[in-house]
C-alpha cells in the first residue's frame, strides 16, 4: 500500500509556487527593462541595508543589497511604479548610484528579514554573505571527510557558470566549517588553482580546479569582503560573516598578487575557536596552579610568547573569561578583534591611521579599566605605557614575539624598557605552541627506541622534580594511523605545549646585568616549572601527540 505524505506534498507545492513565482518576474524583467535577479542564492550586505529603513523599504516594495562606495544594488517588485521611481529619485539626491534589479516578492522577502541583524550587529565596511539557508545547513550534513568536499564541488563544476559560482564558494565556506579549518587557501598556478583547509594547523589539499572558475570565484569573494573588482596589483584585506543558523561567523579576506594570479586565504573565525576553557587548552596542572594565583592579581602584566598561530589570542581571552565579573571594567586593544566578547569593551587599531597600541593603551587608560588586553607588544612606545599601566593598578595581558619565555626579559630591555623595573611590572612570562592530538579511536602504541628514546630520556632527565615523573610510563610512544573520525589524517583537534619563567628574587637580580635567555633559564631553575620540551615530552608519553609532531614545532636536537 502506497503511503501519502503530506509533508511531502505541501513542500513540492510551495517549490512550485517559487519557481513559477520565479519564472513570472525573469518574464516581466524583460518588459520593464531592468535584469531579474534571483536573490536565494545571492550574498546581502549588511551594511547596504542601512541605506533604506526598514519600513520604507516594505512600503516601496525595493530593497538595497549591496553597497560599494556611492554605487547601490536595489531590488524591485515593480520596477516601472510610481513609488519606485520616487524611492530611486530620493537615492540619486543623496548623491547615490543605483541600479535596479526585478525579483520576485520572495526575493525582497529574504533582504527584509535580515533588517532583524541591524539590531546586533556592528558597523563594518563590510556585508554579511547570507548562507543560513537550508541548502547550505544541508552541504555542511554532508561534509564528513575531505574527498567530500571534493565531490560536492567537482559536481558543481559541471553546472551552469551563474550557478555554480556562488554554489562553489558556498560549499568552501560550508565544507571548512564543517571540517573546522582554521584557514582556506585558494592558490593560482601556471595551469590550475589549488584549493587547501588549515586542519588543525597543517594545511590540506582539497583538489584542483580550472582558472576561468577561479576567476569568477574571485571577483564572487571580492563581492562579499567589500574588496575592489578591478585592482590586481597589490594585497587587498576585507571581511565578510556568514550565518549558521543563530552563530555568526567572521570571515577574514587576504588577497595576495602573485605571478600566476591573486592568491586568496580566507581566515575562518568561529566563536567555539575562542571559547575553549582555560583548564582545557593543554596547561600542566602544576603551571595552572601558578597562573590562576598570577591572573587573579590586581596589578602586574602577564605576558604570552610563542610564533604566529600558536594560540597566544586564545590563552589570553581564556584569562579574560576566567576573571571577567560584571563589577570589573575590561578593555581590549586589537588588530583586528577576532571575536567579539560579551560585556568586554574592544577597540580596533588602524595601522594606517594614527591608532596605534599605544594611543589606544593611553586612550583605554583615560576610561579607568581594571584589566587591559594588549594584542601585541611591537614597539618602544606600546611597550612603556603597558609597563606603567601594570605599575599603576592595572591588570595588564598582552603577547610578545619571542620563542622561549625566557627571551621575554631580553626582549623587553631591546624596546626599551627600563631592566629595574621589570621585575615590579611584570609578573609571569608564559610561551607556547600548538601540536595537533592524536585521535583516541585509531593511534597506535609503538615501542620507543633508538634515537626517539634518546630524546625523551635527555628531556626527562632536565625535570628537576620528580613528582611531574609520578605515573608516566617511559617505553612506549603513540604514532596517528587514521580512521573516518578523524578524517584519516590521524589526529583529531590540537592541544597547547607551555613553559613559563615567574618573577622573582632569582629572576630581579638576573635582569639588572642585561641578561640572555640562557641566563634567565638558570635563574628560573629553581621554580621547578617544565620547560615547552619537557611539557611536550610528557605529553608524548601520555599518547596526547606524537614525537614527530613534538618536533614539528619545536627544535628537540637541543633537548
Given at each position: 500500500?502506497?503511503?501519502?505524505?503530506?509533508?511531502?506534498?505541501?513542500?513540492?507545492?510551495?517549490?512550485?509556487?517559487?519557481?513559477?513565482?520565479?519564472?513570472?518576474?525573469?518574464?516581466?524583467?524583460?518588459?520593464?527593462?531592468?535584469?531579474?535577479?534571483?536573490?536565494?542564492?545571492?550574498?546581502?550586505?549588511?551594511?547596504?541595508?542601512?541605506?533604506?529603513?526598514?519600513?520604507?523599504?516594505?512600503?516601496?516594495?525595493?530593497?538595497?543589497?549591496?553597497?560599494?562606495?556611492?554605487?547601490?544594488?536595489?531590488?524591485?517588485?515593480?520596477?516601472?511604479?510610481?513609488?519606485?521611481?520616487?524611492?530611486?529619485?530620493?537615492?540619486?539626491?543623496?548623491?547615490?548610484?543605483?541600479?535596479?534589479?526585478?525579483?520576485?516578492?520572495?526575493?525582497?522577502?529574504?533582504?527584509?528579514?535580515?533588517?532583524?541583524?541591524?539590531?546586533?550587529?556592528?558597523?563594518?565596511?563590510?556585508?554579511?554573505?547570507?548562507?543560513?539557508?537550508?541548502?547550505?545547513?544541508?552541504?555542511?550534513?554532508?561534509?564528513?571527510?575531505?574527498?567530500?568536499?571534493?565531490?560536492?564541488?567537482?559536481?558543481?563544476?559541471?553546472?551552469?557558470?551563474?550557478?555554480?559560482?556562488?554554489?562553489?564558494?558556498?560549499?568552501?565556506?560550508?565544507?571548512?566549517?564543517?571540517?573546522?579549518?582554521?584557514?582556506?587557501?585558494?592558490?593560482?598556478?601556471?595551469?590550475?588553482?589549488?584549493?587547501?583547509?588549515?586542519?588543525?594547523?597543517?594545511?590540506?589539499?582539497?583538489?584542483?580546479?580550472?582558472?576561468?572558475?577561479?576567476?569568477?570565484?574571485?571577483?564572487?569573494?571580492?563581492?562579499?569582503?567589500?574588496?575592489?573588482?578591478?585592482?590586481?596589483?597589490?594585497?587587498?584585506?576585507?571581511?565578510?560573516?556568514?550565518?549558521?543558523?543563530?552563530?555568526?561567523?567572521?570571515?577574514?579576506?587576504?588577497?595576495?598578487?602573485?605571478?600566476?594570479?591573486?592568491?586568496?586565504?580566507?581566515?575562518?573565525?568561529?566563536?567555539?575557536?575562542?571559547?575553549?576553557?582555560?583548564?582545557?587548552?593543554?596547561?600542566?596542572?602544576?603551571?595552572?596552579?601558578?597562573?590562576?594565583?598570577?591572573?587573579?592579581?590586581?596589578?602586574?602584566?602577564i605576558l604570552t610568547t610563542g610564533p604566529t598561530g600558536s594560540?597566544?589570542?586564545?590563552?589570553?581571552?581564556?584569562?579574560?573569561?576566567?576573571?571577567?565579573?560584571?563589577?570589573?571594567?575590561?578593555?581590549?586593544?586589537?588588530?583586528?578583534?577576532?571575536?567579539?566578547?560579551?560585556?568586554?569593551?574592544?577597540?580596533?587599531?588602524?595601522?594606517?591611521?594614527?591608532?596605534?597600541?599605544?594611543?589606544?593603551?593611553?586612550?583605554?587608560?583615560?576610561?579607568?579599566?581594571?584589566?587591559?588586553?594588549?594584542?601585541?607588544?611591537?614597539?618602544?612606545?606600546?611597550?612603556?605605557?603597558?609597563?606603567?599601566?601594570?605599575?599603576?593598578?592595572?591588570?595588564?595581558?598582552?603577547?610578545?614575539?619571542?620563542?622561549?619565555?625566557?627571551?621575554?626579559?631580553?626582549?623587553?630591555?631591546?624596546?626599551?624598557?627600563?631592566?629595574?623595573i621589570i621585575s615590579s611590572a611584570l609578573n609571569v612570562a608564559?610561551?607556547?605552541?600548538?601540536?595537533?592530538k592524536l585521535c583516541d579511536t585509531c593511534k597506535k602504541e609503538?615501542?620507543?627506541?633508538?634515537?626517539?628514546?634518546?630524546?625523551?630520556?635527555?628531556?626527562?632527565?632536565?625535570?628537576?622534580?620528580?613528582?611531574?615523573?609520578?605515573?608516566?610510563?617511559?617505553?612506549?610512544?603513540?604514532?596517528?594511523?587514521?580512521?573516518?573520525?578523524?578524517?584519516?589524517?590521524?589526529?583529531?583537534?590540537?592541544?597547547?605545549?607551555?613553559?613559563?619563567?615567574?618573577?622573582?628574587?632569582?629572576?630581579?637580580?638576573?635582569?639588572?646585568?642585561?641578561?640572555?635567555?640562557?641566563?634567565?633559564?638558570?635563574?628560573?631553575?629553581?621554580?621547578?616549572?617544565?620547560?615547552?620540551?619537557?611539557?611536550?615530552?610528557?605529553?608524548?608519553?601520555?599518547?596526547?601527540?606524537?614525537?614527530?609532531?613534538?618536533?614539528?614545532?619545536?627544535?628537540?636536537?637541543?633537548?
Open positions: 500500500m502506497v503511503e501519502f505524505d503530506e509533508t511531502k506534498s505541501d513542500e513540492r507545492t510551495e517549490m512550485l509556487k517559487r519557481q513559477e513565482e520565479e519564472s513570472l518576474a525573469s518574464m516581466m524583467s524583460s518588459r520593464h527593462g531592468v535584469p531579474y535577479l534571483d536573490l536565494s542564492a545571492h550574498p546581502i550586505n549588511i551594511d547596504a541595508l542601512r541605506v533604506i529603513k526598514e519600513e520604507d523599504a516594505r512600503s516601496n516594495e525595493i530593497a538595497v543589497f549591496n553597497i560599494t562606495d556611492k554605487k547601490l544594488d536595489v531590488a524591485a517588485l515593480s520596477p516601472s511604479s510610481d513609488k519606485t521611481a520616487a524611492a530611486m529619485a530620493e537615492l540619486e539626491g543623496r548623491g547615490y548610484v543605483p541600479t535596479l534589479y526585478m525579483v520576485s516578492h520572495a526575493s525582497l522577502q529574504k533582504v527584509w528579514d535580515r533588517y532583524k541583524d541591524l539590531s546586533y550587529s556592528f558597523e563594518t565596511n563590510a556585508g554579511a554573505l547570507d548562507i543560513s539557508n537550508q541548502e547550505i545547513l544541508d552541504v555542511m550534513k554532508k561534509v564528513t571527510t575531505l574527498a567530500d568536499i571534493e565531490k560536492l564541488i567537482t559536481e558543481v563544476l559541471s553546472m551552469k557558470k551563474a550557478y555554480r559560482i556562488s554554489k562553489i564558494l558556498e560549499i568552501i565556506l560550508a565544507g571548512g566549517v564543517a571540517l573546522k579549518a582554521s584557514d582556506i587557501h585558494l592558490e593560482p598556478e601556471e595551469d590550475n588553482v589549488r584549493l587547501r583547509f588549515r586542519l588543525d594547523g597543517v594545511l590540506t589539499d582539497i583538489l584542483h580546479f580550472d582558472k576561468e572558475t577561479f576567476e569568477l570565484l574571485l571577483s564572487r569573494i571580492k563581492l562579499v569582503s567589500n574588496l575592489k573588482l578591478n585592482t590586481k596589483g597589490k594585497a587587498q584585506d576585507g571581511r565578510f560573516s556568514i550565518k549558521l543558523g543563530d552563530e555568526e561567523i567572521e570571515v577574514r579576506t587576504s588577497l595576495l598578487p602573485g605571478p600566476n594570479d591573486e592568491s586568496v586565504v580566507l581566515r575562518v573565525l568561529t566563536p567555539e575557536a575562542i571559547s575553549v576553557p582555560l583548564e582545557e587548552l593543554g596547561i600542566h596542572p602544576r603551571l595552572l596552579e601558578v597562573l590562576m594565583k598570577e591572573v587573579v592579581k590586581p596589578n602586574g602584566m594560540g597566544k589570542t586564545t590563552t589570553l581571552y581564556a584569562f579574560l573569561r576566567k576573571i571577567y565579573t560584571p563589577d570589573i571594567k575590561v578593555i581590549t586593544i586589537e588588530n583586528p578583534i577576532e571575536y567579539h566578547l560579551d560585556g568586554i569593551v574592544q577597540t580596533q587599531t588602524d595601522s594606517e591611521g594614527d591608532y596605534t597600541f599605544a594611543e589606544g593603551l593611553r586612550s583605554a587608560l583615560r576610561q579607568d579599566p581594571d584589566v587591559i588586553m594588549v594584542g601585541e607588544i611591537r614597539d618602544n612606545e606600546t611597550a612603556e605605557v603597558a609597563v606603567n599601566a601594570a605599575l599603576t593598578g592595572h591588570l595588564v595581558l598582552s603577547t610578545l614575539h619571542t620563542n622561549t619565555a625566557a627571551g621575554s626579559f631580553p626582549r623587553l630591555i631591546d624596546l626599551g624598557v627600563n631592566p629595574k608564559i610561551a607556547q605552541r600548538l601540536v595537533r609503538v615501542l620507543l627506541e633508538g634515537k626517539q628514546k634518546e630524546i625523551v630520556d635527555r628531556a626527562l632527565a632536565g625535570i628537576t622534580d620528580p613528582t611531574y615523573l609520578e605515573g608516566i610510563q617511559r617505553e612506549k610512544s603513540f604514532e596517528p594511523v587514521g580512521c573516518e573520525a578523524c578524517h584519516n589524517l590521524g589526529f583529531k583537534g590540537r592541544i597547547g605545549v607551555y613553559e613559563a619563567v615567574l618573577v622573582d628574587a632569582n629572576i630581579e637580580k638576573a635582569v639588572i646585568d642585561n641578561p640572555s635567555e640562557r641566563d634567565i633559564e638558570s635563574a628560573a631553575k629553581p621554580q621547578h616549572l617544565l620547560n615547552l620540551a619537557e611539557d611536550g615530552i610528557l605529553k608524548v608519553l601520555k599518547g596526547e601527540t606524537s614525537l614527530p609532531e613534538l618536533a614539528r614545532v619545536l627544535d628537540l636536537s637541543s633537548v
